[in-house]
Each structure stands twice: as structure tokens, then as C-alpha cells.
């Protein structure tokens, strides 16, 4: 296969896998969307809407969450970890958004990745799930199957996502990502790993990353 034919491969399976794909993070609009997606690092989605039920009911946009201390917020978002930090960046992002945005969530890369606790992932998950303007934003599950399926070489992130862009067509990007996250989850996770039941990687896998699983199997 060449890398053309492995890339319309992987294409084609997640589509016939993921016609429909929902978003994994509860939100009604752009500033829900933001908190959850900043939320969410380092802790799992299935956590975050567990907890975001609570704080939206209190505060679902940035003038009500300003109203609530650092500390408040700090209290509800607890569970999800990271939560010094992550509740002085809501608290400061809020803040922003009504003295620069009118309370609006800005549509641009720039302007995001200027708020406080808002990384370029984070950025690029809004940019795409709520304003549909083009991002590829790598979880370590796009991480780690862009190196199994050998289209990556793994060293960084940002290497990740740049071999991403060039491979995959810019008018599937935002539904792409979220295709390879589910398929990570459901079929070729980090640990409980069966090859046998990941299609993708057992078609067009690496060598070396099979040979690996070989071998761990055989012990």
C-alpha cells in the first residue's frame, strides 16, 4: 500500500465506523465548549460532564462565572484535577471575554491561545467543534495511532498534527479528529490493547509497533 492508498483506507474505515459522530464534551455554545475543553486536560471527558452539569447551572456564561470566586469555582471543578490552575484560568479568561469580547468566545486561533490556561489543543478543539473553521487538535489518542498506523514519527505533538494536516484532506479534519479519538478509545487503546480487533493498524499498521505486540503476546 502506499501512503495515498493507507490514508484513504483509514478514511474510509473510520466513515464506515463513525457515519454520525457525536462531540464527546456536553456544551450548548462556544464559552460552555471552552470551559469543558479546558476542563478536560489531563482528565478524562466522561469526568468533566460530571462536573460541568453543576457549574453551567451556577454559571453558563463569563458574567456569572466572574461573580464566583476562584475559590467557588475551584470547589466544583475539584474532581477533574489541576484545579488551582484550571479555576484561576476560567476565572481569568471570563474575565477577558467581557472586557475584550463583549462576552463572546473569539473565532481565532490568536485570540484564543492569548487567554489564560487556553493551549493551542484547547484552542483548536473550539476553533473546530464550535465555529467549524479548519483544526486538527491531537489528544493522545490521535498521538499515539498516527505513530501506530505509521504516519507519524512520534516525537512531539506538534509534529503529530502538522503530519496530520499534510495527509488527511482540510474539509474532513474536524470530523477526522474526532473519528481517530473514538476508534483510540474503542479499538486501539494504550493498555487492554487486541490487534485483532483494530482493523486499521493490523492493514496499515507500523512494523516495528506489530512485531512489539508479537512479541508481548508470546510471553
Known sequence: MTKKEKVQFIIDTLENIY?????????????????????????????????TPELFRIADNPYKMVQLSVEEIRDIIKPVGLSPMKSKGIHGLSQIL??????????SFEALEELPAVGHKTASVVMAQAFNIPA????????????????????????????????????????????????????SPARGWDLEKDVITKTVGRKTVIQEYDKKKKK
Do not use: C
Not at 467581557?98 to 473565532?107: D, H, R, S
Not at 501506530?148 to 470530523?175: C, H, I, M, Y
Open 19 to 51: 457515519p454520525e459522530i457525536p462531540i464527546p464534551l456536553d456544551h450548548k455554545d462556544p464559552y460552555t465548549l471552552l470551559i469543558a475543553v479546558l476542563l478536560s486536560a489531563q482528565s478524562t471527558d466522561v469526568k468533566v460532564n460530571q462536573i
Open 98 to 107: 467581557i472586557e475584550k469580547y463583549n462576552g463572546e468566545v473569539p473565532a
Open 136 to 187: 486538527f487538535p491531537v489528544d493522545t489518542h490521535i498521538h499515539r495511532l498516527m505513530y501506530r498506523w505509521n504516519l507519524s514519527n512520534g516525537k512531539s505533538v506538534a509534529q503529530t498534527e502538522k503530519d496530520a494536516k499534510r495527509l488527511f484532506p482540510k474539509d474532513l479534519w474536524n470530523k477526522l479528529h474526532l473519528q481517530i479519538i473514538w476508534y483510540g478509545r474503542q479499538y
